[in-house]
């Protein structure tokens, strides 16, 4: 299935925007010093002809803040973050998720239970249930800015860890369905040599298209966030003259830097628009691999045989059917 992945075209063009993206931001770190280039006046000589913020222009190509920062070297800085939350994030969903359906497995009475408490999570929007634990936390100076950050991360996993648990744990019990695993009992396997020897080769490729899908989730979940203004890490205030202060992330992370310019959406519409088309952007070649990844799943022997039977029932249950239907016409 691993060749099958990369020769997708669908996976081949997500995982390259992605790659490309991580490897300009660490490029920018590294090389440029992560500096980001502020200029509130542009003069003409010694006669100022425009103030920030800037409109995008070739100079400044996603334009700038009221500050003169230019805005796509901040996303530039700010995706290594955001990427790298989500990554992380996702990946400790799914870990935790797995060892939660494996146990699972042998819940019994309390499975109706811990199903119960995952489907209060559909009506609870998580941005919110974040929101009221963070907020208090986030104004407070004494935390450090990676207390803050582990916080958030631990927050954004365990809200998703009992539905997940559970989807698992159902997809386990399909693949335990199977005729090949009803002979591993009866020779005598234990549960662990079942599940890692002959269950683990069918899971783990639902495991990596899961994986995709939780990154889109947070994604969404940090944009959601920034919008309330929920930053990760915490929040910091610049002055703007003696008129009034803006929210700055931190780290230039996405989702702070939609939340920062939330508020200056009618005077500079384009602060806004750029972060929600990275957002955006990110997720749709996020959306590619999953497809990709899905495409080569279809494309293994046992998904084609599977396929071509049911093709074959559904041929043979129209051909009964027309047959019947044209002698009984005949008959009356």
């Known amino acids: 299935m691993i060749k099958a992945i990369w020769k997708d075209p669908f996976f081949l063009a997500g995982i390259l925007f992605i790659f490309a993206l991580i490897s300009f931001s660490f490029y920018h770190h590294f090389v440029m010093n992560n500096e980001i280039y502020e200029n509130q006046i542009i003069y ?3 006669t100022p002809v425009d103030k920030a913020p800037f409109e995008p222009s070739s100079d400044y190509w996603f ?3 009221r500050m003169g920062a230019d805005l796509f070297y901040q996303i530039i800085s700010g995706a290594k973050y955001t990427l790298g939350i989500a990554f992380v994030a996702s990946l400790l969903r799914i870990l935790l998720s797995f060892f939660g359906g494996v146990i699972l497995l042998s819940a019994g ?4 239970i811990f199903k119960g408490l995952g489907q209060s999570f559909y009506y609870i929007p998580s941005a919110l249930l974040i929101f009221f634990i963070m907020a ?3 104004a407070i100076e004494q935390i450090t800015f990676w207390e803050k950050a582990f916080f958030q991360i ?6 998703a860890i009992p539905n997940t648990a559970i989807l698992i744990k159902e997809e386990i019990n399909l693949i335990q369905q199977n005729e090949f695993i009803t002979s591993a ?3 005598g396997g234990s549960r662990f040599r079942i599940l890692f020897k002959h269950v683990m080769p069918h899971l783990w490729p639902r495991l990596v298209l899961m994986y995709v899908q939780q990154v889109i989730a947070v994604l969404l979940l940090l944009a959601h966030l ?3 203004g929920v930053f990760f890490g915490g929040t910091i205030y610049r002055e703007y003259g003696m008129e009034f202060t803006i929210p700055v992330s931190v780290s230039n992370e996405w989702s702070g830097l939609l939340g920062g310019y939330y508020y200056q959406l009618r005077l500079a519409p384009w602060l806004v628009f750029f972060p929600v088309l990275s957002f955006a952007a990110v997720i749709m070649a996020f959306n590619f691999m999953a497809e990709g990844i899905k495409r080569a799943g279809d494309q293994l022997p046992g998904r084609k045989i599977v396929k071509k039977r049911e093709k074959g029932i559904e041929n043979s249950v129209s051909k009964e059917e027309s047959f019947v239907f044209l002698t ?3 008959i009356g």
Not at 109 to 112: A, D, G, Q
Not at 154 to 159: H, N, Y
């Open 63 to 65: 334009g700038s803040d």
């Open 226 to 228: 920034g919008i309330l």
């Open 328 to 330: 009984e016409r005949k």
């Open 136 to 138: 208090p936390i986030i």
């Open 154 to 159: 631990l927050l954004i996993v365990l809200i």
């Open 185 to 187: 009992k009866l020779m």
């Open 109 to 112: 009475r309390i499975l109706p």
């Open 44 to 46: 003409e000589g010694i």
